[in-house]
């Protein structure tokens, strides 16, 4: 079992920035590739982003990439999502899960999720 608890969430302005954190307690992180999504009301859960065991690679989504970079530290068991430029769009519940798998955008290869932190951007 990995448990996995996300912080830094909160509300800004058009343009602001924030930096969210997870942190994973449990079975050995740095096997796990991590990934961060979010869920907008009244919608779907989305790929945001996905980091590499190892931190070498990542993945975003279209709608992020230039904005937000993903980072971990394995020695602190905390993988952090620096997002810049934010837009009244990225509001959202976020989210950090873990994958034995792969950094990949499909949900489904995330065994463990966090609680989610709300990040909400006005305009």
């Known amino acids: 079992q990995v448990q996995l608890v996300e912080s830094g969430g909160g509300l800004v302005q058009t343009g602001d920035s924030l930096r969210l954190s997870c942190v994973a307690s449990?079975?050995?992180?740095?096997?796990?590739?991590m990934g961060w999504f979010r869920q907008a009301p009244g919608k779907e859960r989305e790929f945001v982003g996905a980091i590499s065991w190892s931190g070498t690679r990542t993945n975003y989504a279209d709608s992020v990439k230039g904005r937000f970079t993903i980072s971990r530290d394995n020695a602190r068991n905390t993988v952090h999502l620096q997002m810049n430029n934010l837009k009244p769009e990225d509001t959202a519940v976020y989210y950090c899960a873990a994958s034995p798998r792969s950094y990949d955008s499909y949900p489904g290869w995330y065994d463990y999720w966090g609680q989610g932190t709300q990040v909400t951007v006005s305009s």
């Open positions: 449990g079975r050995t992180f740095s096997v796990y590739a």
